[in-house]
């Protein structure tokens, strides 16, 4: 990996902006937050092109209400071709921890974290996605 170095030039404003973004995200410094936010507007176009990224889907539920893990099973079954692999957690008696490592078309992981956490009993869901080349 080769790293270039420049200068770049920022309105006042826009170089608060930057700081605040870097102390908020507990970055050490503005280039790693012009890093990151590239990076991630990088990402951000791959999902609109519908180009393969890796990611994975979490989910937190409860496995007392409906037939969570039955119905979770069954969606990623169905998505056995992008699945890299799942790790199951349990964070209490009644809730649990799922993580679903994921690569595939941003259109098919978006697809597939819906349903999952569209299931009844799930509490919270979130899919997080990164370039994968």
């Known amino acids: 990996m080769s790293i270039a170095r420049f200068g770049v030039s920022l309105e006042e404003d826009i170089l608060k902006a930057l700081d605040e973004f870097v102390i908020e995200n507990k970055l050490p410094n503005r280039s790693q937050a012009i890093r ?63 993580i679903v490592a994921v690569k595939g078309t941003a259109n098919k992981l978006t697809e597939l974290s819906d349903r999952l956490i569209g299931i009844k009993g799930v509490i919270h869901g979130k899919l997080v996605m990164s370039r994968a080349e």
């Open 36 to 98: 990151h936010l590239v990076e991630k507007n990088l990402v951000e176009k791959k999902w609109q092109c519908n180009q393969i990224v890796a990611g994975a889907v979490v989910l937190v539920y409860d496995h007392h209400k409906g037939d969570v893990t039955i119905r979770s099973n069954d969606i990623q079954h169905e998505y056995f071709d992008v699945i890299l692999s799942s790790q199951h957690f349990h964070l209490s008696h009644n809730n649990c921890l799922e």
